[in-house]
C-alpha cells in the first residue's frame, strides 16, 4: 500500500460545477498538507498549504483536512476551463528532513 | 524575473553520453532538490541540498551526481545516459521544506 492514495482520473466535469479532489494517508505523523497545480509543460506550482486539521479557504479554493479519517480534499467552487490541470496532494511530518510525501494526481479537465 | 530557473528546458542526446542541469533560485531559500517525473507524472525526489549539504539521497544510480556550488545554485549531472533517464527533471528550492517552489523543468530524452 501506497503512504499516499490519489485516483489518477481523468476527472471531466462542465464548467461552473463544484469540484473535488481526494488524497487518502496511511501515516498519522503527517501534519503538513499541500496542494499543487502543474498545467501541462510546465512544473508544479502551490496551490494551498494547511497544518494538521480543519479547513483553509483562498477564493474558489478550499482545502480540507480530516486527520481522524486520514483523507484530505481540495474542493474548487465555480470551476473555469483554465482550471484544467493535474493537481498532485503532498504531505509531510514534523520533523521529516524535508521529505515530502507525493500522490500521483488527478488529471482535471473543466469541459467549457 | 523567474524564481527557480533551469536550463535547458530541452534536452535530447543519445545513450552513452554525458549531460549536465542548471538550476538556479533567487529566492534566498536554504534547501534546493531534484525531483523526477515519470510519464505517468508520478514525482519522485531525488536529491536535497540544505546549506549546500546533502541530506536526502534517494536510491538513484550513481551515474547522477548533484552539485551545489553554492545556496542558490544546484546543478544535476548525469553520466552515462540510458533510455530509461527519458523523463522530465524539476529542480525545486524551499525554506524550511514543506512549501516547494519548482522550476519550469527539463524534459530529457534520450534517444
Known amino acids: 500500500q501506497k503512504e499516499v492514495e490519489q485516483d489518477p482520473g481523468p476527472l ?15 501515516n498519522s505523523a503527517f501534519q503538513y498538507f499541500m496542494w499543487y497545480r502543474q498545467y501541462s509543460r510546465k512544473g508544479p506550482e502551490l496551490l494551498m498549504y494547511t497544518y494538521s486539521s480543519g479547513n483553509k479557504e483562498d477564493g474558489r479554493f ?11 480534499s481540495l474542493f474548487i467552487r465555480d470551476s ?5 490541470a493535474t493537481y498532485l496532494c503532498a504531505m509531510s511530518a514534523e520533523n521529516s528532513n524535508y521529505q515530502l510525501i507525493w500522490g500521483a494526481g488527478t488529471k482535471l479537465i473543466i469541459k467549457p | 524575473d523567474t524564481a527557480v530557473s533551469q536550463t535547458p528546458k ?10 549536465s542541469i542548471k538550476c538556479e533560485q533567487n529566492l534566498g531559500h536554504d534547501t534546493m532538490y531534484w525531483y523526477k517525473q515519470d510519464s505517468k507524472k508520478f514525482l519522485k525526489i531525488m ?25 542558490a545554485h544546484l ?17 525545486a528550492s524551499s525554506h524550511g ?12 530524452t534520450v534517444v
Request: include cysteine; hydrophobic fraction near 30%.
Open chain 1, 80 to 84: 473555469q476551463p483554465s482550471d484544467s
Open chain 2, 97 to 108: 521544506g514543506n512549501t516547494i517552489y519548482f522550476g519550469e523543468g527539463s524534459w530529457l
Open chain 1, 62 to 72: 478550499t482545502a480540507q483536512v480530516d486527520k481522524s479519517s486520514k483523507y484530505i
Open chain 2, 75 to 91: 546543478n544535476l549531472h548525469i553520466n552515462s545516459l540510458e533510455l530509461g533517464d527519458s523523463a522530465v527533471y524539476f529542480c
Open chain 1, 12 to 26: 471531466s466535469v462542465p464548467e461552473g460545477a463544484i469540484v473535488s479532489l481526494n488524497c487518502t494517508y496511511s
Open chain 2, 10 to 19: 530541452y534536452l535530447v542526446t543519445q545513450m552513452g553520453n554525458d549531460k
Open chain 2, 47 to 71: 536529491f536535497s541540498y540544505n546549506n549546500k549539504e546533502l541530506i536526502i539521497n534517494e536510491t538513484v544510480p550513481n551515474r547522477f551526481s548533484p552539485k551545489s556550488p553554492d545556496k
